[in-house]
């Protein structure tokens, strides 16, 4: 249910939004989940169902941690490999976390879980790996499969990669091309993300099982596509260059055709989450490209600005949503009076 690295907007002030008549709140205040001490700016990429967390964070010294948020606790800083960076990327319901932190000589994928640390996934003989994705299976308790990236031997290319349960890695491949990222899984394992083809300069999205290999799932016309993740029944989205890459729209992938979920009035939008209720969040550019907001988009009401579905006069602009929970919590960032934070928001019961 996923994500990147903090947002660089530069805006001029904070967006109060009143609802217009007849809106419906949906969600109860925004909670700011604050920064790591020292730090001014961050991030949330990960929330599972108990409400817990993670994304990246500036620190003391200015270096980028990631960070687990728990409501008893708030703000935990989780480390690194060595080095002086990390980012936490998805945590799944058992609360295990998954990202990339810097050792003393590279940036690697790793796992996090109790009591065993954070873990080093290594790589497929390359400098630098990330882990975006982990699964939850409800008969273990526990992740079975991590979705990433690594680079190959001699960092040649960079390649779609998975980890088992054992934390063995395997390379995905590519669609014909150089190079390829996993971004998302689900509950039975598919995979997904971005591939070049054989086409140069040609990007598609993939969907990944164990049967049938990394299968193309093309484009809205453009010469790029990017599949951020998948539900356990297997909806997809994302985002992809319209015809002639001037626009870039959010999609989803269902019954073997990709669907344009549009704008919020400008030319760019992006789907980085998708529940097991087929909710679906990102982030969308206003009429003119003014602005860049969170969206939530269903089937039954398309995509709606999150901006109008929390309570009037907040003190949030909320800049984009990169995961959402099967219960429906939402996580991303935004300008709270001026500073930009990671956000967490509740669905009203």
């Given at each position: 249910?996923?994500?990147?690295s903090?947002?660089?907007?530069?805006?001029?002030?904070?967006?109060?939004?009143?609802?217009?008549?007849?809106?419906?709140?949906?969600?109860r205040?925004?909670?700011?989940?604050?920064?790591?001490?020292?730090?001014?700016?961050?991030?949330?990429?990960?929330?599972?169902?108990?409400?817990?967390?993670?994304?990246?964070?500036?620190?003391?010294?200015?270096?980028?941690?990631?960070?687990?948020?728990?409501?008893?606790?708030?703000?935990?800083?989780?480390?690194?490999?060595?080095?002086n960076?990390?980012?936490?990327?998805a945590?799944?319901?058992?609360?295990?976390?998954?990202?990339?932190?810097?050792?003393?000589?590279?940036?690697?994928?790793f796992?996090l879980?109790?009591?065993?640390?954070?873990?080093?996934?290594?790589?497929l003989?390359?400098?630098?790996?990330?882990?975006?994705?982990?699964?939850?299976?409800?008969?273990?308790?526990?992740?079975?499969?991590?979705a990433?990236?690594?680079?190959?031997?001699?960092?040649?290319a960079?390649?779609?990669?998975?980890?088992?349960?054992?934390?063995?890695?395997?390379?995905?491949?590519?669609?014909?091309?150089?190079?390829?990222?996993?971004?998302?899984?689900n509950?039975v394992?598919?995979?997904?993300?971005?591939?070049?083809?054989?086409?140069?300069?040609?990007?598609?999205a993939?969907?990944?099982?164990?049967?049938?290999?990394?299968?193309?799932?093309g484009?809205?016309?453009?010469?790029?596509?990017?599949?951020s993740?998948?539900?356990?029944?297997?909806?997809?989205?994302?985002y992809?260059?319209?015809?002639?890459?001037?626009?870039?729209?959010?999609?989803?992938?269902?019954?073997?055709?990709?669907?344009?979920?549009?704008?919020?009035?400008?030319?760019?939008?992006?789907?980085?989450?998708?529940?097991?209720?087929?909710?679906?969040?990102?982030?969308?550019?206003?009429?003119?490209?003014?602005?860049?907001?969170?969206f939530?988009?269903?089937?039954?009401?398309?995509?709606?600005?999150?901006?109008?579905?929390?309570?009037?006069?907040?003190?949030?602009?909320?800049?984009?949503?990169?995961?959402?929970?099967?219960n429906?919590?939402?996580?991303?960032?935004?300008?709270?009076?001026?500073?930009?934070?990671?956000?967490?928001?509740?669905?009203?019961?």
């Open positions: 249910m996923k994500r990147t903090l947002i660089g907007l530069c805006l001029s002030g904070v967006l109060v939004l009143a609802l217009p008549v007849g809106a419906q709140v949906l969600y205040p925004p909670i700011d989940l604050g920064t790591l001490p020292g730090g001014a700016i961050s991030n949330a990429f990960g929330v599972n169902d108990t409400s817990r967390v993670v994304g990246v964070s500036q620190a003391s010294g200015f270096f980028n941690h990631g960070f687990l948020w728990r409501k008893n606790t708030g703000m935990t800083d989780l480390g690194t490999l060595g080095g960076f990390s980012s936490a990327q945590i799944n319901d058992a609360t295990q976390i998954v990202g990339q932190a810097e050792t003393t000589s590279a940036a690697h994928a796992l879980k109790a009591p065993a640390g954070m873990q080093d996934l290594g790589t003989g390359g400098s630098n790996s990330q882990a975006n994705s982990l699964n939850f299976d409800a008969a273990t308790e526990t992740a079975t499969q991590i990433g990236w690594s680079l190959t031997s001699g960092n040649a960079t390649h779609a990669v998975i980890w088992d349960a054992s934390l063995n890695v395997a390379d995905l491949g590519t669609l014909g091309g150089t190079n390829s990222f996993a971004f998302g899984n509950c394992g598919q995979v997904v993300g971005s591939s070049d083809t054989a086409v140069l300069g040609v990007s598609d993939f969907v990944w099982d164990t049967v049938h290999g990394m299968q193309d799932l484009t809205l016309g453009g010469s790029l596509a990017q599949a993740a998948i539900n356990c029944s297997g909806l997809i989205v994302g992809s260059f319209l015809v002639g890459d001037v626009e870039t729209h959010a999609f989803l992938y269902t019954n073997g055709s990709m669907k344009d979920l549009g704008t919020l009035g400008g030319s760019l939008s992006q789907a980085n989450s998708i529940n097991d209720a087929g909710q679906v969040v990102g982030s969308s550019s206003t009429t003119g490209d003014a602005d860049t907001h969170a939530l988009w269903t089937r039954n009401r398309g995509m709606q600005d999150l901006n109008k579905l929390i309570p009037a006069n907040s003190g949030w602009d909320l800049l984009g949503a990169n995961s959402i929970s099967n429906g919590r939402i996580v991303g960032a935004g300008l709270h009076n001026g500073a930009q934070h990671a956000f967490l928001v509740i669905p009203v019961q």
